[in-house]
């Protein structure tokens, strides 16, 4: 009988939590005690196999239910099933470790059950395993089938047939490819609060060992684990955000002293990101942000507080449909040198750092009818373009990778009343990029598309992990 390793039991609760809870994996690994007692290795062992066991949920189970005679496990089994065929596909376990280990898991909940563990996890590496790895091969000579990459990225069918006509083959590939690897870990510097030189200091004695990238005040971290233990996201020293997710707020900052309309702000990430880019680009600005989320508003509002922000960003509690009406707060009146729309979003770009997207989300949502996301993100568009002054900027971000939500809410917008004063704008052309170092400017330039529209995943490489964030800039005629 095979020792089970601590690191597998630890994340064979957490899923187990995961399902019982309704929970995100993420946030229990964060707060288990059994995890945090493990050592170094066997807590990035644990999350590897927790966060990597949701992700492919869907794709696992299929298998293991096609090896079933009856098509029913126990849930604990399920549990524990789930993350030795993960383990035995996904992360090239050797077959004997992640086999036996799989008995013991299912063991440990149901000693009954151990036999069938067995012979499930036998087949799947028997007949899986090679399934999977012919599957590989094409989708790596890029000749392959929307199933193949389904397989290979663990995604709902429908879900990789979006992507293919989303990002084109190719693109389609490289997202497969690199599904299954863990995300980049990129915090900021708070520029009102810090220089470059200060923030790499804290972030040295907290042990997280920074690294200067290419982007203004964008730091790269041999791992996240203990940002938070650190306090320094507390105190608003840094902020986590993908290096993508910086790079959007870089080209739709602000022009220093003028005053932006900010939607979408959530808990503020990206109100912070804009006043620091504003900052590094010669001085802050007025952004006045509105969230539909009264309790985002509150813990946004304290953020902005400790950041030393209060009286330069404003957080109201508004729809942003509705921005267009009149009678709105005094911070809300009047029209806007420039807004910023961070629309709510399938967050397909995201499902490395968030992986129980791929398989929560629902075909329906996607789609411009009804009540979905597109006819949601067209109307907030349409709405605050009104508050955009003469002259002004738009800019419409998603960290989703799927057209429908992107460039076909753009294409809509511009063909409707409200977009007819407004023309797509290159990124290449503006104020924010001219003030990126040369680098930077290189990097940028591989994001911007033909339409001039910004895809960050274009640049989504294993020495470069990025989110895939959508960027487009609209100018309204002077």
Known sequence: MATLSPARIAAADVLSN?????????????TSA?????????RALATRLALGSVRTSGTVDALLDAHLRHGHLEPRVRDALRISAFELLWLATPAPVAISQGVELVRRVSPHGAGLANAVLHRVAEEDLPALAHARERVESRNCTASDIALVAALPQWLADELVVSLGTEGACRMALSALDAPGAYVAGNACMHNDAEVDRLLSAAGLIPRATCLPGCLSLSSAAGLSASGLVDAVDVVPADMAAQVVAWLASPTPGTRMLEVGQGRGTKSLLLESCALRRGGLAHIAAVESEAFKVTVSRARMERAGLGKAVTCTALDGRRLGEKDLLPELSGSFDSAFVDAPCSGTGTMRRHPEIAWALQEPAVRPTGQSLPTLQLELLRAVSTRVGAGGTLAYATCSELREEDEGVVVAFLAGPEGAPFSLVNPRSTAAFAALPPQAKRLVTAMVGPDGMVRT???????????????ALLVREA
């Open 18 to 30: 995961v399902r019982r809870r309704d929970a995100r994996a993420r946030d229990l690994l964060r």
């Open 34 to 42: 059994p995890v945090a007692r493990l050592t170094p290795a066997d």
């Open 457 to 471: 995943s274009r640049v989504d490489a294993p020495e470069l992990p990025l989110d895939g964030h959508f960027l």
